[in-house]
Structures are given as structure tokens and as C-alpha cells.
């Protein structure tokens, strides 16, 4: 029967630095995948920070009933080659004349080569009674309507499509302005008391 051969110190040591030097390989490949996944986290995040995000909705103008459709970029940079499109045709105001629909404005059927950070397209939907009243069409001028928006973030392209939903609008108060509303009642007095000066004059 074959004997072992004995290991000697010097043996023992060279394993013994195979083992540490393996182990430490390991490591700094563990180490180097996870700073190579720290790093590509905090470029998504940059970008995600800086890209341009277009906002969809609609509102109520303050002391009016008359309601809008906002496009608005509020991302930190342009949005490229953007384009916008409606699931169904919007009239104004309930107007069928194809001047007032919404789908065939220019920017609904261009394409817009930059909107700035901050850039805003408003689009008049109608007021409270053309929109919530018993002559509405939906057909004409709908409650619920999506639009999609397309564009490039550099060399990304991203799509969104939002809903817009103008049913919770119904039987709700127009939103007021506390200082508008002063100045309005400042200048009725101004105006009578002109009328009263003119008058003794």
C-alpha cells in the first residue's frame, strides 16, 4: 500500500497562500460586480433625474368654468421630436367644425422637434355647461379620452399614454381666488364712485 508523501511547512504555506489568494479573488469579483451595479444605479437614477417627463391633464381656470387641456414638460431637459396623439376627436366647445378639434391641431398632427423644460400647451375643452350639461355630446366633446405622448431623451425613446378624465368635474364648485375677488369687488366700487363724481360734475 503506497504511503502519503509528507507536507512539509513549506507545503503547508504555499497551500495556504493558494487559499488567500483564491479567497481574495473571489472578493474583489464580488466587490468589482457591485460597484459595477452601484454605478449603473446611479446613472439610471441621473438619468430619471434629468430627462424630460410630459404631464398630462386638465384644469379648471380660476373664477371660470372654463376648462383646459395642459401638456406640459416637467422634466430637467427638452423633450425631442415629440409627438401627440388623441384616442378620439375632441370639439371644442361642442362645435363640429373640424377648426375645433382638438386632433387635427398642428400639434396633434406635427411633429414637435423640442419642448422645453417648462413648455406648455393649453388646449381650450369647452365650459361647465357645454361639457356637463344635458345637450353634451360625448361624441363631440367625450368626458374620458386618452392622449399619448412619444418622444426621444437623448438616445431613448419613451412612450405614455395618460387618461384624462373630466367626469369628476361634475357638479363641483369653480375654484376662486380670495384676492381676485377682492380686486374684483375693489374696482365695482371704484367704478360706482366714478359714476357718482361724473354725476355731481
Do not use: H
Not at 497551500?15 to 460597484?35: C, D, G, P
Not at 387641456?69 to 431637459?77: A, R, V
Not at 356637463?132 to 437623448?154: C, H, I, R, W
Request: charged fraction near 20%.
Amino acid at each position: 500500500m503506497p504511503t502519503l508523501p509528507i507536507m512539509t511547512n513549506t507545503d503547508w504555506l504555499t497551500l495556504a497562500l493558494v487559499v488567500i489568494t483564491a479567497f481574495y479573488a473571489w472578493a474583489t469579483l464580488k466587490i468589482l460586480r457591485a460597484n459595477e451595479s452601484m454605478v449603473s444605479t446611479m446613472r439610471d437614477q441621473q438619468n430619471a433625474a434629468m430627462r424630460p417627463y410630459i404631464l398630462v391633464s386638465a384644469s379648471v381656470r380660476t373664477g371660470t368654468q372654463l376648462f383646459y387641456l395642459s401638456i406640459k414638460n416637467i422634466g430637467k431637459t427638452a423633450a425631442l421630436c415629440l409627438t401627440l396623439a388623441l384616442d378620439k376627436s375632441f370639439y371644442q366647445l361642442g362645435e363640429k367644425r373640424e377648426e375645433r378639434n382638438i386632433a387635427n391641431s398642428v400639434a396633434f398632427s406635427r411633429v414637435i422637434d423640442s419642448l422645453p423644460p417648462d413648455g406648455q400647451l393649453l388646449f381650450m375643452l369647452g365650459n361647465g355647461p357645454t361639457l356637463f350639461g344635458d345637450s353634451n355630446n360625448e361624441e363631440l366633446s367625450p368626458l374620458l379620452f386618452q392622449v399619448t405622448a412619444k418622444y426621444m431623451s437623448g438616445s431613448e425613446s419613451i412612450s405614455e399614454t395618460s387618461i384624462v378624465d373630466l367626469r369628476p368635474y361634475i357638479n363641483t364648485v369653480v375654484p376662486t381666488d380670495p384676492i381676485v375677488e377682492e380686486l374684483g369687488k375693489l374696482r365695482e366700487e371704484f367704478v360706482k364712485l366714478s359714476k357718482s363724481l361724473d354725476n355731481k360734475l
